[in-house]
């Protein structure tokens, strides 16, 4: 069974920090493109950031400069480290694993952890 477990999620005030964490099971971690992506209310989910297994990254304009992603494959485990937060970046963050296959692109889906910038 494939698990995508977030966490790290919280309230916090603008201008402070958080790190999410996603561990993996079920997948060989290694052979999967992760990603985290956000949805807020009544809004579409957007990509955040991702790291292909070849270890390059890719951020969206509203989060470069201030969130990290990293993976470790050694503990199947994804990262984002959010620093200078926004109240524009309260959303459900979830964690996304990707890989093509043979006959389909296969994406595993965590169930998300809410992150709240607020005063």
């Known amino acids: 069974q494939v698990q995508l477990v977030e966490s790290g999620g919280g309230l916090v005030q603008p201008g402070g920090s958080l790190r999410l964490s996603c561990a993996a099971s079920g997948i060989v971690f290694s052979r999967y493109a992760m990603g985290w992506y956000r949805q807020a209310p009544g809004k579409q989910r957007e990509l955040v950031a991702n790291?292909?297994?070849?270890?390059?990254?890719n951020y969206a304009d509203s989060v470069k400069g201030r969130f990290t992603i990293s993976r470790d494959n050694a503990k199947n485990t994804v990262y984002l480290e959010m620093n200078s937060l926004k109240p524009e970046d309260t959303a459900v963050y979830y964690c996304?694993?990707?890989?093509?296959?043979?006959?389909?692109?296969?994406?595993?889906w965590g169930q998300g952890t809410q992150v709240t910038v607020s005063s």
């Open positions: 790291i292909p297994t070849g270890g390059s990254t």
């Open positions: 996304n694993a990707r890989t093509i296959t043979i006959v389909a692109t296969h994406d595993y």
